[in-house]
């Protein structure tokens, strides 16, 4: 059996999107989604669950729904800082087989300094759990007008990784080039070092944003994530295999991430 | 263990091997657009284009793109210094550019005297920016103009304008429609479906105005995009196209075998057939294709 071309999607979702149809989100079909594009396993957390007040209640779906695919697909869930229980939650997860968990600080109005997204990434690291936040899940310029969190700054990435101790390990999702370097190179190399990025929205040719940015800071920077449902798992693979070969180890792979950040 | 993307040749949609691809929607820069790395970025598009198997890149020069005149609106000389430049590079690669004039409409002499000498020099159509709304009469005599050159008008788009935007005064696809209709011998190709705004809008916007023919480019990859777009409209009115970021082009190329939606003889419409017949297969090079 040949190994997949990605081990891990950092950043799957299952699940309803309240602002607008997204075609079959359920975990059968990103099944299918994964072994058509070679993708071993994913970390999968709840799309509604985003938008809800509590997500406890979405947690326990989600690992229900995900339990018979544990194999393959690992929960992430949401967990809350800012409500009582966040141990709890945590404990739950770890026992449900969760590598990462998600939180969505702009979606609950906690600033990029709030002490309890410190607290949340601090026990996170204790317990051997990825961090994974998400800058944006639509593009601005489409947004329904009752969806109106702002994109997560880099001061909320840079606050959490000067925050966190060397076992934090931070997922961002969806960043472009600028907040990339923005951050990246607003933090200590320990710091950088706790910090990884998807490359979902980041700009391949012929700006060549991923090409400037595995040379920059470095492709073990970055992990293989592609937000399914919401946007097409092509295209973080096409910007791959568009990439120059300037970038490319002598094998023609690119060195990912990924295993660190598990 | 060392997680290895391997980077290998397109093994899809993008692959060589499926026929002629034409980039409806691409740009090049030129010396005097205020980039040091102007020349990096244009063979950064070759070079992703021949890994695509892009035929022909359907280009176009916007101006100075801001350095001495605004992107979307542009001044008569940047307008002439970007026409001329990206003849230049078609004269450096007439296998595989072929070349949109841009114009002003705001400046209607001077964009008529371009037009024509860019039918002269070999063009294929014309691009029109975000100068002037969509259904505006200023942009009438140049559509008159394209309906005696037989030039399809790329037309820059907003999906659904909500609002006005700064640097740039935005059309949708129902001021687009709108001009389509007054002028129905005209095919315009609305840009880049992808490329901002709301784009289920447009679908409807456009749905009964059959001269308008959408690009697919734009950064947006939305999973039921491309659905959407084939069930509005169908693959006979549909441009494979990347502007600004040509994995997302092809990343919705590879998708189209996905959708369950496409025979291949769609998706050979949309990598290359819709727009010979838009552009003019002899115009492309194409003829011997068909």
Known sequence: MTAPRFALDASAWIGTYPFR???????????????????????????????????????????RTLAPLAERLRPAPIIRPDFPGMNRELGFACDAGAESI???????????????????????AERGLALHLTVRYEDLRQRHRLDTAAD????????????????????VSAAGRDMIEETHWGLTPAEQRRVYWDFT???????????????????????????WPLRLVQAPIANLDLLPDSVREPSGGIRLGNPAVR | MTAKARGTTPKT????????????????????????????????????????????????????????????????????????????????????????????PNHTAHALAEIAKGAASGAVGIKLLASRRADDPLLDPICEAA?????????????????????????????????????????????????????QHTFHAIREVPNIVPDFSGSGVDRGMMDNAIRALGASRLLFGTDLTMCTGLAKLRALETTGLCTPADIEAMRWRNAARVFGAARLGLAEAI
């Open chain 1, 102 to 124: 998600r939180a969505c600080p702009e979606q609950w109005g906690l600033g990029s300094s709030h002490p309890a997204m410190t607290e949340l990434a601090l026990a996170c």
């Open chain 2, 147 to 199: 309906s005696a050159q037989r030039f399809p008008i790329l037309h820059h788009i907003w999906q659904h304008r909500t609002r006005e935007w700064p640097n740039q005064e935005i059309s949708d696809g129902a001021d687009l429609a709108r001009l389509a209709v007054r002028h129905p011998t005209v095919t315009f190709i609305l840009a880049h479906i992808g490329g901002g705004g709301d784009y």
């Open chain 2, 13 to 104: 949609s993008g692959d060589t091997t499926n026929g002629p691809l034409v980039d409806a929607h691409a740009h090049f820069l030129h010396a005097a657009c205020g980039r040091s790395d102007w020349e990096a970025v244009n063979a950064a598009r070759f070079r992703a284009g021949d890994r695509m198997g892009v035929t022909v890149h359907v280009a176009s020069v916007l101006g100075s793109y801001g350095h001495t005149s605004p992107t979307y609106f542009p001044s008569p000389a940047d307008v002439t210094a970007g026409n001329d430049a990206m003849r230049a590079i078609c004269a450096a690669e007439p296998k595989r550019v072929r070349m949109l004039v841009t114009v002003n």
């Open chain 1, 152 to 171: 997560l700054p880099a001061a909320t990435v840079r606050a959490l990784a000067r925050a966190g101790g060397d076992a934090l390990r931070l997922v």
């Open chain 1, 21 to 63: 149809h997204v075609p079959h989100p359920d975990p059968d079909a990103l099944l299918r989604v994964m072994d058509r594009e070679s993708i071993g396993c994913a970390w999968v957390g709840s799309l509604g669950a985003v938008f809800h007040r509590d997500p406890t209640d979405a947690n326990a779906d989600l690992y």
């Open chain 1, 201 to 227: 929205w980041v700009w391949g040719p012929p700006e060549d944003h991923l090409a400037h940015l595995f040379r920059s800071i470095g492709s073990e920077r970055f992990v293989f994530g592609s937000q």
